[in-house]
T-cell receptor, first 110, second 112 residues
Framework: AAGVIQSPRHLIKEKRETATLKCYPI?????VYWYQQGPGQDPQFLIS???????DKGSIPDRFSAQQFSDYHSELNMSSLELGDSALYFC?????????FGPGTRLTVT | QQQVKQSPQSLIVQKGGISIINCAYE??????FPWYQQFPGKGPALLIA?????SEKKEGRFTISFNKSAKQFSLHIMDSQPGDSATYFC???????????FGSGTQLTVLP
């Protein structure tokens, strides 16, 4: 079965740089979510999109933005990166209530 | 403040034993409770989920028990195997919000 695809899988950036993470949801899923997971922590919700419209917003810094495109893929844009942004970033998608997570992007900010 | 409290933080079980992880919540608006399994460096994988109108749900070796009045739910892993060694997260969702609220996680180690 098709799963959520995320790219890149690993990303190394320097402080103050910009990063773009991409997510391709499971086909026919109408909702995409972004989560951030720090080392040894639980995933924290950032933002979600339902049918290409932003639906919920969590603890997403103002330096981050996201959007969902007409083909349902989503991108998380992160600017002015800080050391504390180093984490695993997961995208999930759902059709009903069951959220299926992608493999994640490991972002390292040096 | 963790809206979903999970315990224990870590758990060591012998192969063939029963692993039990507990979660408690306060928000009565939560109406969907999934459990996720996560291996290091991987994404959380949905294991099993329950709604509050059901007291128990079983899928293979995994069982969720739900106590609505106590606002508690637990995951039981029967016949635990070394391959079950992972971090387990309980989570909760409300009808209106689409974001999962996770517990703090339990690191399970199953000894061979």
């Amino acid at each position: 079965a098709a799963g959520v695809i995320q790219s890149p899988r690993h990303l190394i950036k320097e402080k103050r740089e910009t990063a773009t993470l991409k997510c391709y949801p499971i086909p026919r899923h109408d909702t995409v979510y972004w989560y951030q997971q720090g080392p040894g922590q639980d995933p924290q919700f950032l933002i979600s999109f339902y049918e290409k419209m932003q639906s919920d917003k969590g603890s997403i810094p103002d330096r981050f933005s996201a959007q969902q495109f007409s083909d349902y893929h989503s991108e998380l844009n992160m600017s002015s990166l800080e050391l504390g942004d180093s984490a695993l970033y997961f995208c999930a998608s759902s059709l009903n209530r069951e959220q299926y997570f992608g493999p994640g992007t490991r972002l390292t900010v040096t | 403040q963790q809206q979903v409290k999970q315990s224990p933080q870590s758990l060591i079980v012998q192969k063939g034993g029963i692993s039990i992880i507990n979660c408690a919540y306060e928000n009565t608006a939560f109406d969907y409770f999934p459990w996720y399994q996560q291996f290091p460096g991987k994404g959380p994988a949905l294991l099993i989920a329950i709604r509050p109108d059901v007291s128990e749900k079983k899928e293979g070796r995994f069982t969720i028990s739900f106590n609505k009045s106590a606002k508690q739910f637990s995951l039981h892993i029967m016949d635990s195997q070394p391959g079950d060694s992972a971090t387990y997260f309980c989570a909760a969702l409300t009808g209106s919000a689409r974001q999962l609220t996770f517990g703090s996680g339990t690191q399970l180690t199953v000894l061979p």
